[in-house]
């Protein structure tokens, strides 16, 4: 087999390229849809036979070059997809950074596209790159190989009657096979954690509301919970990067729903709302406030980086953070002195109950695409197709069945068997290691919930353990309207990608200010409001609102 080896929050045109409304596609103006009639690849067998071309053709693939694979041409993956389809795969190595990636291909296609390979994958362009690259030819439109030539696609699109939509570009074409993983633990993800030991040297139970958890750091800080008779104590602390800085998300989902996926934007009865401009966002920024202004939320939270923080919580004299934001401590791993003690904490609530969790719907990426120069789109469109199996969904996370993982043994118990979840994959190959069995999630793939929920606890990861024990509480609190994706026209991406870069700058900036003191709440709010005004916010918002309306028809 030949290799080549070439070196190929959020800002809207991340979000608005690849935010999308669940169910919702561009019904109108569909003048740019493909409607050449289909004729299929004489050396291709009808879709469900394998090998899936009678003589053995060769498919280049562009992809990110992943440092935990060692050999992409002897990888078990990559080798059973050549057998399935009866071709050679030669690779074309993508820098391994997705924005480097992105920026390759983008160079590629300024100088015409005439080094782009057959195919790109996991490198995950926004809907607004697609839109625009599909409409002037550089990717192929794939919409009569989804009618004619799909096989295993067609039972993820039954299982997902969305998803078509979800993929369905403004112009009424389709150009990518997603990689769609529904993870309920990252939809979910945004978690407090809390030292156990010191509500349980202190007589504390576990805060459920806001005041609860308001007395509870401000035990933390004047009682000398970790006992060295220091005044040490951080009870509170986040960080500007990393999943430490949803501190003030987590704090405000308490008032309102939070989707930072979508840009802190939500449905409420159909309408589009900025959670920034509400008065919801407002108490949410006085009750941070008032943490801060009492030493319960460190102000090295609007300063110190994701790193600095670790450094912090792994203080090698002993413990001295109470609580902090993240999806999994990962970074307690060297920290075993206190790694056990920190367990989730539920979302928070107000007296009266009201409270959500901070929520993210799983929503596809565009992993897969098929360029200009590939002479066999039909064939190429069938790799992309049995990448979507179950089988090869779950060989590209866990490898080989029977070697990297097994079916579960007797005894052993599902991670979210308690949620209804049945276990089906037991794995031995350990994620995050150097291996040669699949490509690192680097490929089209569809894990539905009880395929993504289906592994065995192996008790070897408390993290895991504890996220799965706690994941109930958070889906409990799940908002009961929220965005996953919307489609943009480009005339829409390009009337609010500046709007909405100048709001996310102006935000985050506000909100520090507002939080540490810089800036008095109740006598700023109105001028913060009025600039977001001047900004466009309420622009934006429009725009937002018709393209939400517009796919709900």
Not at 164 to 180: E, H, L, Q, S
Not at 449 to 470: F, K, M, P
Not at 514 to 536: N, T, V
Request: with cysteine.
């Amino acid at each position: 087999m030949k290799k080549i080896c070439k070196l190929l929050s959020f800002l809207l045109i991340c979000t608005l390229g690849a935010t999308v409304l669940s169910g919702c596609g561009e019904k109108k103006n569909v003048a740019t849809t493909t409607n050449e009639a289909y004729v299929m690849d004489e050396n291709l067998n009808p879709p469900g036979e394998f090998p899936v071309c009678k003589e053995k053709i060769t498919l280049t693939v562009g992809i990110p070059k992943d440092a935990l694979v060692t050999d992409y041409d002897e990888n078990l993956y990559t080798k059973a997809l050549e057998e399935k389809m009866n071709c050679d795969i030669e690779f074309v190595y993508l820098p391994s950074t997705v924005a480097e990636a992105k920026q390759k291909v983008e160079l590629m296609i300024a100088a015409d596209g005439k080094d782009l390979p057959d195919i790109i994958v996991n490198v995950p362009m926004e809907d607004s790159s697609i839109l625009r690259y599909g409409s002037r030819g550089f990717i192929k439109s794939l919409n009569q190989y989804y009618d004619n030539s799909a096989y295993y696609l067609n039972d993820v699109l039954k299982a997902e009657t969305n998803l078509k939509d979800m993929i369905t570009m403004a112009d009424g074409n389709i150009y990518v096979i997603p990689r769609y993983q529904k993870i309920l633990q990252n939809e979910l993800g945004y978690r407090m954690w809390i030292y156990k030991p010191w509500l349980e040297k202190l007589n504390l139970s576990e805060p459920k509301t806001l005041d609860e958890f308001y007395n509870v750091l401000k035990a933390f800080k004047e009682k000398d919970p970790n006992g060295n008779g220091l005044a040490d104590e951080i009870p509170f602390i986040g960080a500007t990067s990393g999943g430490e800085n949803w501190f003030c998300d987590f704090i405000a989902a308490a008032f309102q729903p939070i989707d930072i996926q979508s840009n802190y934007l939500y449905p409420e009865n159909g309408k589009i709302k900025a959670a920034y401009v509400e008065p919801e966002y407002k108490e949410a920024l006085k009750y941070l406030n008032k943490l801060c202004t009492e030493g319960l939320l460190s102000p090295s939270s609007f300063t110190s980086d994701g790193a600095q923080t670790r450094q912090t919580i792994q203080n090698p004299s002993g413990v001295q953070v109470g609580c902090f934001t993240s999806m999994a401590p990962t970074y307690l791993i060297n920290a075993t002195d206190r790694a056990e003690g920190y367990d989730i904490l539920a979302p928070l609530t107000q007296d009266n109950g009201t409270g959500y969790a901070v929520y993210a719907a799983s929503i596809p990426t565009n992993s897969f695409f098929i360029t200009k120069n590939c002479q066999y789109p039909e064939a190429a469109f069938r790799l992309g197709d049995i990448m979507m199996s179950e089988e090869m969904s779950i060989w590209n996370r866990f490898g080989k069945k029977g070697t990297d993982w097994i079916e579960p043994e007797e005894g052993d118990h599902g991670m979210f068997e308690s949620m209804g979840y049945k276990a089906k994959i037991k794995p031995v190959l350990a994620w995050g290691s150097p291996q040669n069995s699949h490509w690192q999630q680097g490929a089209p793939a569809y894990r539905s919930y009880e395929l993504a929920c289906a592994t065995v606890d192996s008790g070897s990861n408390i993290y895991e353990t504890r996220i799965a024990e706690h994941l109930q509480s958070y889906l409990d609190k799940k908002p009961k309207e929220y965005i996953t994706k919307i489609i943009y026209t480009e005339d829409e991406i390009n009337a609010i990608n500046e709007i909405q870069q100048n709001i996310t700058s102006y935000r985050k900036d506000s909100v520090a200010r507002f939080i540490i003191g810089d800036w008095d709440i109740e006598s700023g709010w109105e001028d913060y409001l009025k600039e977001m005004k001047a900004i466009g916010v309420d622009e934006m918002l429009d725009i937002v609102q018709k393209a939400y309306d517009r796919c709900n028809k």
